[in-house]
């Protein structure tokens, strides 16, 4: 029904974009709404004013997100001629509340839902109005969204690359697939882009036959493994629990990766990533 006062239309609100931003303790979130503003004849113009506005998921869940404040109070102005006006809502979201709307949509689009509540002042009164805007998020904006607000970079070590290692680029390149896959909610593929990353990991740094010692060492003498031994040991685990995406057993057909997994197999897979190139830069530097 739009923005009206005793049901005469002063503006239809409509949801226009979705952009992000960091800020400090968590990720911004701007809504554009655009407002297709009516001409307004034989009387005083009102003046629309808005506050904070509540968001929520849409959905069964429901889940109130929080308040978004507008970048101005009144963000149009009534005239004798009909325009169009836009505005901008501001929402700051922490960390859990991110990775909850991530967990809800599950690479999904979503919607929400911004629930104005616009004061509307004219000479003989003050009126409480109240219009809610669905606001439907594709995918790809919300990818889009998700690097401009630097979500999911916590997720991954920086990951140094040494030109001289071969391969080494290919490491990262494996690495940011998968990163690329959890973002698109594809769990089955983000494991499966972990196992390629482990797996060139162990060539571009020739540790075939180290790691292979390290693991017949842990079955025999576990109490004398040193700390790189003990990590290229986790790495084949690693890589052992992600070679499932490739080749499924008997026993596995019927189980799928989730969230859950993909998360803990990207996790562990860049940290290993990093503290193995970081080693070998800091060796690189003590033999120079």
């Known amino acids: 029904m739009g923005i009206n006062l005793n049901n005469r239309v002063i503006a239809e609100a409509e949801f226009a974009g979705i952009h992000g931003a960091r800020v400090a303790g968590g ?16 009387a005083v113009p009102p003046v629309v004013l808005f506050g904070p506005s509540r968001v929520s998921l849409s959905g069964p869940e429901g889940i109130q997100l929080g308040l978004a404040f507008p970048e101005t109070p009144q963000p149009f ?27 809800i949509r599950d690479g999904q689009g ?24 669905h606001c439907a998020v594709s995918v790809s ?19 140094p690359l040494i030109e001289s290692i071969p391969d080494s680029t290919a490491v990262s390149e494996h690495m940011e697939r998968a990163r690329e896959h959890f973002t ?26 180290h790691l292979t010692a390290a693991v017949q060492a842990s079955k025999t003498a576990k ?33 799928l990766f989730d969230r859950n997994t993909a998360q803990m197999a990207l996790g562990s897979t860049a940290a290993l990533v990093s503290s193995a190139l970081r080693r070998h830069a800091a060796a690189q530097r003590t033999t120079q």
């Open 141 to 159: 904006d919300w990818i889009k969204t998700l690097k401009e607000a630097g979500f999911g970079q916590f997720m991954l070590f920086e990951v």
């Open 77 to 103: 102005q009534v005239f004798r001629h009909a325009f169009a006006s836009s505005i901008l809502f501001e929402i700051q979201l922490s960390p859990l509340a991110m990775e909850t709307i991530e967990r």
């Open 223 to 255: 109490q004398d493994l040193t700390l790189v031994q003990r990590e290229l040991v986790m790495r084949q685990a690693l890589t052992d629990f992600c070679n499932l995406a490739h080749h499924p057993t008997e026993t596995s057909l019927g189980e």
């Open 27 to 42: 990720y911004l979130l701007r809504l554009a709404l655009k407002f297709a503003v009516q001409n307004w004849e034989n």
């Open 110 to 133: 979503f919607r929400l839902t911004i629930a104005l509540r616009p004061e509307i002042r004219t000479e003989a009164a003050l009126v409480i109005g109240f219009e809610e805007v």
């Open 184 to 209: 698109l909610g594809h769990c089955c593929d983000v494991v499966a882009a972990c196992r390629m990353a482990l797996e060139a990991l162990t060539k571009s740094l020739d540790q075939k036959n």
